[in-house]
């Protein structure tokens, strides 16, 4: 299998002393469904933002898809966004528009200026927007204004402006740290599916364990700033979970494989 | 311990008081302000007002006159806050955190509405009636700047507060400047902008009046022309068809913004 | 890797029935009542925009001409300031009187306007007489300051006590506004438990009501303190109220001294400009406090 992302020696500094993240390595394979889980703080987020340059690293290499990332101009830079999906921990939608203006905002990244900028979209991508939402389960809430919605709807209008990129790669930060367990499992469920039947690679950040291991194939431990782990989902035991959360043993709640580790 | 934070409460409660006390009586003395006076001038106004201050039958036939100024200063008002409204979303564009381009135009921008907005409309229309005489450009230009900058104010505060998060999703999608500002900026913040063009409409027909008395125009100077020549039934016309249209303008704003927001 | 999950998988192949479907449905946009009052609202302030220009009074003047020498006298008047007519430290202490009107009347107002503010404050007042002075603060509010001035001085004669009397007039209905806003943003609860306790209503406003709103109430006072400030500029300039504004007045009517408007112009915009970074940092401290 390709490998479609790798991340190489990327740090970030913030001001004079924080240090973000420092010399952070790591490859993402071509479907991978990959989940980075660390304390807060850790440098999760930053992270995921370096990728996509919403973020720029301080140093370091990031190769997308064969694409040179950092090195990119604004224009080439653009046209990289529109294959990588972003979803927010707080939804980022347009509250006062609809479900289906929010979801063909993912449309834009391949608009020229005037046709973005009057929001013009083709009756092929409203028909998209339309399907895609149905598999959503949000048909019933197409020209609902986003406000309405609660959160497990609002993340899913999210990740339909993802899709309708029609992406390689959803980056997630954080999507169900907002969410109730009920929406919350509703929401890795479709992500999950995403990976599966439409090969699409899901990197998401995640702060609860069980959830990450779970659903995810490979499982990336942050700890300030530095991966501390890298390997599968089955592979990881407890000693590794208590090293990326750099806690004292027996002081961290998590589900390990159906039994209680304590 | 307690005992110790609200004594110091009370101290600091104190001094405050004291300050402002001292800052008053230095006030009184040095603008020379007569407490009495102060006093019995008010029920001295209120039976003048009551003898004086009311429209007669004669006077109605000078209010197709009042009225015609009256629109003059209505439409002045409008035209000045709605084509700096557009000039403000395009400095606040600039001049907010969420979507300036670089620094140095964020700066730029936020430095001329700040100087825009801290001088006076009545200080503008002393100075373009030198070079507009008295035209209906020297109002016009008077509220346009005023408004320009308190706008560009209300605007940033607006973008900065409302369409963060969004403006940061639609970049991510790979979308360029004028498409995000289009898409996600504009709609989530065109309720709140609404609401402050409205206000501002408001405060520019009451600054018109101000403007007008300066200038000599508008309605400000009919009621100028009227007091001065002790016209007071007159003058109090003025003044109701001046409170009816704010009140109108406040009761058609109140609704919009029920409505939009 | 590519198996396929128990709940239904994300194919986006077409299927015609389902496409229908989905078409007939977007077919259906609703009208939203808040979409067309905005665009209602763009338009009219468009076309009163344009009609306006088209009625303009401009008295044969040359708008070209008429640009650019007020750009040459902005230049003159911000790059070569001087003071012929009045010397700096007349100038100086003309700011302060004007400071001292705005000081005054935020004082005044904010005195008279705490006591209205309660009572116009639905929860801690009643309902009809809460009606009726916010009745009458917006008939007040409506008239603009410089005629309640004008008003006051055919009374009191033009000057200081005028102009404090007609501006606080405006200060109070702005303040009593903001007051009882802030006041009725209390939770009922919390009034509720001191009814309960055996309170009475100055007990209650003073215990409850006041500390809890405290901090709103510092924030708006000191926002018509700025206010206040450019106000008493302008009736100094149009009423006769004495400070700044009657020099900047003296020298544009009497005078024509351009280089000396420029002077009194940095006069004043430091002190606006002093006022507002004050009134952001207030503002910004409460935000955290509260």
């Keep these: 299998m390709t490998t479609l992302l790798e991340v190489k020696n990327v740090s970030k500094q913030f001001g004079k002393d924080t240090k973000a993240l420092s010399n952070v390595t790591f490859s993402v394979k071509e479907g991978e469904f990959v989940s980075v889980i660390g304390p807060s703080g850790a440098g999760k987020s930053t992270l995921l933002r370096c990728i996509n340059r919403m973020v720029d690293a301080s140093s370091g290499e990031i190769i997308f898809d064969d694409a040179y990332v950092h090195q990119l101009n604004k224009k080439e830079l653009k046209k990289v966004r529109t294959k990588i999906g972003m979803i927010f921990q707080h939804y980022n939608l347009v509250n006062r528009l609809s479900v289906i203006e929010n979801t063909l905002h993912g449309r834009l990244g391949y608009k020229s200026t005037l046709a973005g900028a009057l929001g013009l979209y083709s009756e092929d991508e409203k028909l998209q927007a339309a399907r895609i939402?149905?598999?959503?389960?949000?048909?019933?809430?197409?020209?609902?204004?986003?406000?309405?919605?609660?959160?497990?709807?609002?993340?899913r209008v999210g990740i339909a402006r993802a899709l309708i990129q029609d992406p390689k790669l959803l980056l997630c930060d954080e999507p169900i740290a907002s969410l109730d367990p009920n929406s919350s499992k509703i929401i890795m469920d479709h992500l999950r599916n995403i990976c599966t039947s439409m090969g699409i690679t899901v990197v998401v950040n995640l702060h609860q364990v069980d959830v990450a291991l779970k659903y995810s194939d490979r499982i990336i431990g942050v700890n300030s700033g530095k991966v501390v782990f890298d390997?599968?989902?089955?592979?990881?035991?407890?000693?590794d979970i208590h090293q990326i959360y750099g806690s004292d043993e027996g002081k961290l709640i998590f589900d390990l494989g159906g039994s209680h580790v304590s | 311990m307690s005992a110790d934070v609200f004594a110091k409460k009370r101290r600091n409660s104190l001094l405050l008081l004291l300050i402002v006390g001292v800052a008053t009586i230095v006030s009184i003395i040095i603008t020379e302000y007569n407490m009495a006076k102060g006093f019995t001038s008010v029920p001295k106004a209120v039976q003048w007002a009551l003898s004086n201050f009311y429209p007669t039958k004669d006077s109605l036939a000078k209010l197709p006159d009042i009225l015609v100024k009256l629109k003059e200063t209505l439409?002045?008002?409008?035209?000045?806050?709605?084509?700096?409204?557009?000039?403000?979303?395009?400095?606040?564009?600039?001049?907010?955190?969420?979507?300036?381009v670089n620094r140095f135009f964020g700066s730029i921008s936020r430095g001329i509405a700040i100087i825009f907005r801290n001088i006076d409309v009545s200080v503008w229309s002393m100075v373009l009636l030198f070079s507009f005489g008295q035209s209906s450009f020297t109002g016009y230009f008077a509220l346009f700047f005023g408004s320009f900058g308190f706008l560009t104010r209300a605007f940033i505060e607006t973008i900065d507060e409302v369409s963060g998060s969004s403006v940061e999703a639609l970049q991510a999608t790979g979308a360029n400047y004028l498409t995000v500002i289009s898409q996600s900026v504009i709609p989530s913040t065109i309720p709140q902008m609404i609401s402050w063009v409205l206000f501002m409409i408001e405060t520019n027909i009451r600054n018109a009046t101000l403007v007008g008395l300066l200038t000599g125009s508008g309605i400000g100077f009919t009621f100028n022309l009227y007091y001065k020549s002790l016209n007071y039934d007159i003058a109090s016309l003025v003044v109701i068809t001046i409170i009816i249209s704010i009140l109108c303008i406040e009761f058609i704003s109140n609704y919009v913004r029920r409505v939009i927001l | 890797m590519q198996a396929e999950g128990p709940i239904k998988t994300f194919s986006l192949q077409t299927d015609k029935f389902l496409d229908n479907q989905l078409r007939e449905r977007l077919s259906k946009k609703p009208f939203s009542k808040s979409s067309i009052a905005i665009r209602t609202c763009g338009l009219l302030l468009i076309f009163l925009t344009i009609y306006a220009f088209i009625s303009f009074d401009y008295k044969d003047v040359n708008f070209i001409d008429a640009l650019l020498l007020t750009l040459d006298n902005l230049g003159k008047m911000?790059?070569?300031?001087?003071?012929?007519?009045?010397?700096?430290?007349?100038?100086?202490?003309?700011?302060?009187?004007?400071?001292?009107?705005?000081?005054l009347t935020t004082i005044f107002g904010a005195i008279i306007a705490l006591l209205l503010g309660l009572l116009a404050a639905e929860n801690i007042s009643s309902k009809p007489l809460s009606v009726v002075i916010k009745g009458t603060v917006a008939l007040i509010r409506a008239v603009p300051t410089v005629l309640?001035?004008?008003?006051?001085?055919?009374?009191?004669?033009?000057?200081s006590v005028a102009a404090v009397i007609g501006m606080t007039f405006h200060s109070i209905s702005y303040l009593v506004k903001a007051y009882s806003e802030s006041f009725e943003e209390l939770d009922k609860g919390a009034i509720e438990a001191l009814q309960a306790s055996g309170a009475n209503w100055w007990q209650i406003v003073f215990q409850a009501v006041i500390p809890s709103s405290i901090t709103y109430m510092v924030s708006w006072t000191f926002l018509r303190f700025e206010i206040n400030f450019a106000v008493a500029v302008a009736m100094g300039a149009a009423a006769g109220a004495g400070g700044i504004g009657f020099d900047m007045f003296m020298a544009s009517g009497f005078y024509f001294d351009l280089r000396e408007i420029g002077a009194i112009t940095y006069f004043i915009l430091i002190v606006a400009i002093c006022l507002e970074i004050f009134a952001t940092r207030i503002k910004k401290k409460l935000k955290v406090l509260s």
């Design chain 1, 133 to 155: 939402l149905q598999i959503l389960g949000l048909e019933e809430q197409i020209y609902k204004r986003s406000d309405q919605l609660s959160g497990g709807q609002k993340q």
């Design chain 1, 231 to 239: 390997g599968t989902a089955k592979s990881i035991t407890s000693n």
């Design chain 2, 75 to 100: 439409l002045i008002s409008i035209a000045a806050t709605t084509v700096a409204a557009v000039l403000a979303f395009i400095f606040a564009v600039l001049g907010s955190n969420t979507t300036k």
């Design chain 3, 78 to 103: 911000f790059f070569e300031p001087h003071l012929k007519h009045f010397s700096f430290s007349h100038a100086l202490f003309q700011v302060l009187v004007t400071l001292g009107l705005a000081f």
């Design chain 3, 148 to 159: 309640w001035v004008l008003i006051f001085a055919v009374a009191a004669g033009l000057g």
